[in-house]
């Protein structure tokens, strides 16, 4: 993996302790309004000022971070574990079987994903639950065209012949030979979708359709003080900040595995060849 791949995942690492561990990080209670303190600018007792009710900006982005990466990082592994059964069905026993599945994937890949999730979500009430159900059920399309071509082309390598050759089962040849070829590719473009995870995740709590208020995520933090961004930027900016830098460190982590994983399957291929 590269530099900016390391840093990355090092800037990731830090985001996801600094949330863990946010209430021995600050003094502060995250839904607690003090009308005392409305609207105050970053200063010593609050590194990142105070938002329209009194609360500390800090302390909410740093509990928003759990909910918010929580959110996609859960939404992406129900979105693989579909994705990668669909298409290993779908590319495994093709004919009847592989039109029906691929017609579905072919319908859900035709919305605008945001749009879509927006859909999806109204049909339930708002709540973490509700965005991890659309976040999955628009992400698992995508994990399973790719995982069903990858599939394709394992079906008619020499190993899945020989595998049939001895009587190999489906099942066996499914969990034996097809699945762990499937996995690294699937971790590596899940790495490289969890940026757009995070930002349609904001996306949804900026309209009202995640976690109920006072609960923070950083899209309902930038949606609760938009009508103070002239006044008071720094309550906008700081979660708008903490969005745009986990979405590029997911991006760049996502082009680092991408480039480890394709030299090793460069590298495997060399040795079977040679």
Known sequence: MHLTGRISASVLILIFVMSLLSP????????????????????????????????????????????????ALV?????????L????ISGYFRGLIDTLLMAVVDLILSFPSLLLAIGIS????????TVVISLSAVGWASFARLTRGHVLSLRESSFIEAAEAIGCSHLRTVFVHILPQCIPLSIVYAGMKLGGVILTEASLSFLGLGAPPPTATWGS????????????PWMVFSPGIMITVTTLCF???????????????DTYHSMKTS
């Open 24 to 71: 021995h990080l600050t003094p502060y209670d995250p839904d607690a309004v003090d009308l005392n303190s409305l609207r105050e600018p970053p200063s010593v007792h609050h590194f990142l000022g105070t938002d329209n009710k009194g609360r500390d900006i800090l302390t909410r982005i740093l509990f928003g971070a759990k909910i918010s990466i929580g959110i």
């Open 75 to 83: 939404a992406s592994c129900l979105s693989v574990f579909m994705g």
């Open 85 to 88: 059964f669909i298409g290993i």
């Open 122 to 129: 109204v049909l339930f009430p708002p709540g973490i639950y």
């Open 221 to 232: 933090m930038i949606s609760s003080n938009r009508a103070f961004i002239s006044s008071a």
């Open 251 to 265: 991006n760049f982590l996502g082009d680092g595995l991408r480039e480890k994983y394709d030299s090793r399957r």
